[in-house]
């Protein structure tokens, strides 16, 4: 079914304002942060003011709405990825819930024997790829750092896919763990993750898929995608900040040992030692987002209610356009895939002459928010042979107009800068 999507901007009350120069507002940086529709900034303010209380804390009723309203959020989350509550845990953003993975790694070294699975040493590997994100490329290089094991990437060919040829190597009887992303926040490119976890696991090592671009974008079903853990942030699909999503098979998070130590994740605590809730509290310690969470619960709802089938063919669709529109100006390179097969709606390009940062600023003088820079993203700039980069990314207000002014936007640049 086609997306109504001018019944969908009435509910995005900031795409009613002006934009520098007194224009319509184009947000194309749904990538970056998406915005948020009225049903998930009401559900949002409704727990601030009606049930605000500390969940899993209160006896009293406020205390005991709000720990439904967060327990409600989570199996709402739970459902929307094709996971069991127990399995989903909540954090502060994705960057947050890969720390968490890579840090009760590094913590296994000193738990118990139940632990044994995560460590990692002199002698492991740990394989990510040329295209992740830092989020899900820093954490593991601390790792490595911190035990000794060796880091190690798949590259990427030079129109932006995994390059797989070496996989039977990289993936060997040293693989700890492979962590991927599921959709480029720079490309689009959507790697083949299901066939990379098959390999992973007929190694042994575990899987972790990032997917801060996929889940707001494309149905998600965690058991498909064949990972071990999947990260993601609320802020991305239409939620508030400061909340962000680990799914983790249950077997595992019974076993890894917690990031984060202190209230709220305690079974016992003596003077000399404490032990541990079972998954999803052992790993959120601390008095939880129960606003955010609400914000998150309302935010599946609304996808689900566009239904997310309808959403990933509404962004083809735009990115298809953007793509054709985008490769018939003069001096527009654009990055990674040239169609969306296996390939999401982050559209980055260079324009010949034109730094981003200034094309950036030209745009936003006809009020088209895009992103310019390496988008956390260094290492696949440098593999593309590019510093940096202009990216546009759609969600599920955007229109092909927008995509339209956007085209007109660079050309307009392009006259600016005396680059035609
Ligand atoms: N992974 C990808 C692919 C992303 O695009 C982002 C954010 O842009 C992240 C991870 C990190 O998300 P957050 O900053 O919300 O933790």
Not at 32 to 49: F, N
Not at 268 to 290: D, H, I, K, N, W
Request: glycine share 10%.
């Amino acid at each position: 079914m086609t997306l109504d999507v001018a019944r969908i901007r009435e509910d995005f009350p900031i795409l009613e304002r002006t934009a520098r120069g007194g224009g319509q507002l184009v947000y194309l940086d749904s990538g970056a942060t998406s915005q948020k529709p009225q049903q998930v900034l009401a559900a949002e303010q409704g727990m601030y003011s009606r049930s605000n209380a500390a969940a899993h804390r209160g006896t009293h009723l406020l205390g005991e709405e709000s720990t439904d309203a967060y327990e409600g959020a989570r199996a709402k989350v739970a459902a929307f990825i094709g996971a069991e509550p127990d399995e989903t845990v909540f954090t502060r953003n994705a960057t947050d819930a890969i720390n968490l993975v890579a840090y009760g790694m590094s913590n296994a070294a000193t738990s118990g024997p139940e632990a044994a699975r995560f460590r990692a040493g002199p002698g492991d590997e740990v394989l990510i790829t040329e295209m992740e994100h830092h989020a899900n490329l820093v954490p593991w290089q601390q790792l490595c750092q911190r035990t000794g094991a060796r880091l190690r990437w798949i590259p990427v060919t030079p129109e932006g896919r995994l390059d797989l040829a070496g996989l039977g190597e990289l993936i060997n009887s040293r693989t700890k763990l492979v962590a991927v992303t599921c959709q480029s926040n720079v490309t689009g490119t959507v790697p083949p993750v299901a066939e990379i976890a098959a390999a992973a696991h007929r190694a042994g090592a575990l899987v972790v898929g990032d997917g801060a671009q996929l889940v707001p974008h494309q149905p998600t079903d965690v058991t498909a995608l064949g990972v071990d853990f999947l990260a993601f942030s609320a802020h991305k699909m239409l939620a508030p900040y400061g909340l962000g999503v680990l799914y983790g098979r249950s077997e595992l998070l019974a076993a890894l040992p917690p990031f984060i130590t202190g209230g709220s994740m305690i079974e016992v605590v003596r003077m000399e030692e404490t032990t541990f809730l079972p998954p999803p509290q052992r790993f959120e310690a601390g008095v939880p987002p129960v606003a955010q969470a609400a914000g998150l619960s309302a935010a599946c709802d609304y996808l689900t209610g566009l239904g997310m089938e309808n959403v990933a063919a509404h962004e083809e669709a735009l990115t298809g356009h953007a793509l054709k529109a985008l490769a018939e100006i003069p001096g527009v390179r654009i990055l990674g895939p040239l169609t969306t097969e296996d390939r999401g709606g982050a559209v980055s390009f260079e324009v010949a002459g034109i730094h981003p940062h200034d094309l950036g600023q030209v745009l936003d003088e006809s009020g088209i928010a895009v992103r310019a820079g390496h988008h956390c993203a260094w290492p696949l700039h440098r593999a593309l042979g590019v510093q940096a980069s202009t990216r546009a990314t759609f969600y599920v207000y955007n229109t092909h107009d927008e995509v339209d002014a956007l085209a007109e936007g660079i050309r307009t640049a392009q006259r600016f800068f005396g680059e035609t």
